[in-house]
């Protein structure tokens, strides 16, 4: 048991690559934690960690060990927490990656009511566009929008995004409304440069459409914006567009139309998931109903 606590230890420092940050995640005093890693090292006879007066840096064999080390620390932590009552009130720090423009305009309000709803965990949130790589990173799990590559991760559906087209009325005044999907290669349409081509659907009528304009963007929450300074039309999930929808900015357009339906995952690494893990992934089950929500405006 000696050995494992000195592992946990030794996870929660490669982490933070500090002493110092190990010592306010665990409460163990700095000198204590190095000097416990020292013991470590010794018992297996390999240096695993390059100290410094300002960091802390992994050695070959600290690289090997930690990836190693962390599973099996997860591994004992949720036996614990499936036999305890930590079970029931989930405790720890939630490692998570999240989509930027979905995580702030949307899930912030229910990250918030996690949060209130399970006060012993906290939250580590990195917040990036990039597949992040949860074998190698430590993340806990990840939450990404749209179809996903094969991979090897344990994928859950969360819900389908009703997608659907908007532009401001200021807009619509200057250059008119697009009455048909074909209407939109006349239109100043903002989105992703890879999006060239946008697909709307009338019931089993499907339309494929060449679109394009002057802003070519990598960020939802930027065009959504210049979308509501008159600048083009643009085709999002309701939730991304419901506050600017609500306050007059943006209105939605071909109202008979709507576009191919965005999957939101919680991806893992494994199935066994700490108590922490699995409430919130149970929680957005929950808050977002395994929805698709193509019956809201």
């Known amino acids: ?114 949060a209130r709803r399970y006060p012993g965990i906290a939250f580590d949130f990195d917040l990036t566009p990039r597949r992040v790589d949860l074998v190698s990173e430590p993340f806990d799990v990840a939450i990404r929008m749209g179809e996903l590559a094969d991979s090897n991760l344990i994928a859950r559906l969360l819900a389908r995004l009703s997608v659907k087209a908007y532009a401001s009325p200021g807009y619509l005044k200057v250059a008119g409304e697009p009455t048909h999907p074909s209407d939109l290669s006349q239109h100043e349409c903002l989105g992703f440069a890879k999006a060239a081509t946008w697909e709307l659907h009338r019931g089993a009528e499907s339309v494929q459409v060449g679109v394009g304009g002057r802003f070519l963007v990598n960020s939802v929450g930027m065009f959504r914006r210049l979308a509501t300074l008159d600048l083009g039309i643009v085709l999002l999930p309701v939730e991304i567009v419901a506050e600017d929808v609500a306050a007059g900015r943006l209105r939605r357009v071909l109202p008979e139309w709507e576009g191919k339906s965005t999957p939101v995952y919680a991806l893992t690494e494994t199935r066994l998931l700490p108590a922490k893990v699995q409430r919130f992934i149970e929680f957005l089950q929950e808050r977002l109903g395994q929805r698709d929500t193509s019956g809201q405006a």
């Open 1 to 114: 048991m000696e050995l494992l606590n000195d592992m946990a230890l030794f996870v929660e420092v490669a982490h933070a690559r500090s002493f110092r940050g190990a010592a306010e995640v665990t409460g163990v005093p700095n000198s204590t934690l190095s000097r416990r890693i020292s013991a470590l090292e010794k018992a297996i006879g390999l240096r695993l960690l390059h100290r410094t007066t300002r960091k802390v840096e992994l050695t070959e064999a600290g690289q090997i060990y930690y990836e190693r080390s962390r599973r099996i620390v997860d591994e004992a932590r949720i036996a614990h927490e499936q036999l305890g009552e930590m079970l029931a009130q989930p405790s720890g720090v939630l490692r998570a990656s999240l989509p930027v423009d979905f995580a702030t305009i949307y899930m912030a309000p229910l990250v918030a009511e996690f």
